[in-house]
């Protein structure tokens, strides 16, 4: 099988563990909606600021996405990763992982934010370039998610694992996230914000080129 | 070892060289702090580190500079010590700029102390009473100054002699990207090679640098409770480094949370590699897309050509190549305590 067959197939396949298994993904969007209440009710007392607002946004965002993508390596058994390793190659594996997070991590912002604009008010001036920020967003988010639980889901332990590597490593990708998000909001002005979506999509680069080397050596056991 | 030995004593020199060569005689500070256009004062002089008495007043010459254009040169200078003098100036009746006031730098120049300047030291507001335009900014331009070549580190005003931790602090930083260079070029290797001295290297380089990485940040607390007023200010280069710190306790932890050290071992190497690909915006490129105490911060190099002068490159430079071989020498006897424990527990 070539690379598109190989990677289309993958792609597939993850849409219909998804739609098998359907209380996973339930139970995420489940989370979705309990962290927005609970964050709302939290912060009901300094409501209106926007600033809050973008900050508590990016953070329900973040811990939606970690618990979405933690799942992709450790649902799956030992004994079908050998499967796998058998048939297609790793990098293959690891990028259609990757965008099905991504479109995942999509769908899960998208509801994020109709659901905390809904409860918290929409504090968002440009939509245009809100939602290339969630879009960037996900792509990252997406990556390094892929990533380090890939590593996360060999070690015992893997949900503390997982917090304590992502989370210093996403911070690059959050503070440019919540910069630009602050400018779709107009609590910043600047004109020249191009130049933080070129350092986001240095960064998404770098990590999908490493995620595209290293997987192959993560995977084998 | 040859290079154990040099190592030893270029920090020995570092050290010695480093708090013992004394500052450039500097003003420390003047009073009074301001004045109005046309007055005459009587302006104190403090200095430090200097030796005003060591010349007769006459050639000692102070100037209130507000740019290269306009300056003016004080009429009798009055030595009191060694570290104070009086100097009167006749301000000129109008301001060299149409603002309510101005800042003047004030300049001495000492036969053997050499030139020294306060910036922004004296502020000048305008009267606008007067009409007259008595007085003139540019009667006697600064010229024929004192420059003094000799062993001694620049003054400069808020660091003082905390600029001695240059040579303490600074190299932290190099030595710490050397160790995690090395770190991270073992653990390539050891993925393309899965042997366990790869694996122990790039362990030892990992545990040195991150030491680097923690006298780093207690020397920068260090001197930015002198220089900044407070040891830990959220400055963004503070909380940067915290968090690359975090990533490499991580590296450690994720080793420890394997059964199969091999297993670990492996994945730590991925781990590396990405980790220190994370090291690189936290420490170079976020610092400087957000304002920061740092020196040289937002948009320039963290360390500025302008912030060393030759006396100092003379202790600088041997202080990076010194700690950066006692570092390897460190991680080298680190990585052979690691293979000992592994002999005695007959993995290797």
Known sequence: MNFFSQFFTLLKKEFIIEFRQRYAISGIVLYVFSMVFVVYVASISIKGQAQVWNILFWLIVLFAGINAVVKSFVQESGARQLYYYQLVDPSTLVLAKVTYNTLLLLVLNLLAYGTFSLVAGNPVKDLGLFALVILLGSIGFAIAFTFISSIAAKANNSATLVAILSFPVILPILLTLLRLSSIALRVIQDTAFQKDIINLLAI????????FVLFPYIWRD | MWWKTTSVLILIYVIIAGIGVPLKPGIDRVAPLSSKAGQS???QVFGYN???????S?????????DSLHAIQSGKVDVKNDTTLLASFQIPARLPQNKQSVLLNVIVDHPTNGVSLLPAALEVLADTAVNTDAGNWNEHPISQLHVIKDFSYPY?????ETIRNTYFHVPMWFALMFMFIASVYYSIQYLRNPVAENDRRAVAFTETGLLFGFLGLVTGMLWAHYAWGKAWS?????LMTAVALLVYLAYFILRASFDEPEKGARLAAV????????LVPLLYIIPRMFASLHPGATGNPAFGSEDLDNTM???FYPSIIGFTMLGVWMAQIRYRSLRLRDRLADID
């Open chain 2, 41 to 43: 004062i009587e302006l």
């Open chain 2, 58 to 66: 006459e050639k000692i010459r102070v100037w209130l500079e507000f």
């Open chain 2, 271 to 278: 781990y590396n590699i990405f980790a220190f690909s994370s």
């Open chain 1, 204 to 211: 998404d680069g770098i990590l999908i080129a490493l995620t």
């Open chain 2, 313 to 315: 490159r003379l202790v």
């Open chain 2, 156 to 160: 400069r005003n808020v660091i003082y």
């Open chain 2, 234 to 238: 959220n400055d963004i280069k503070q």
């Open chain 2, 50 to 56: 200097s030796t005003f008495s060591e010349t007769a």
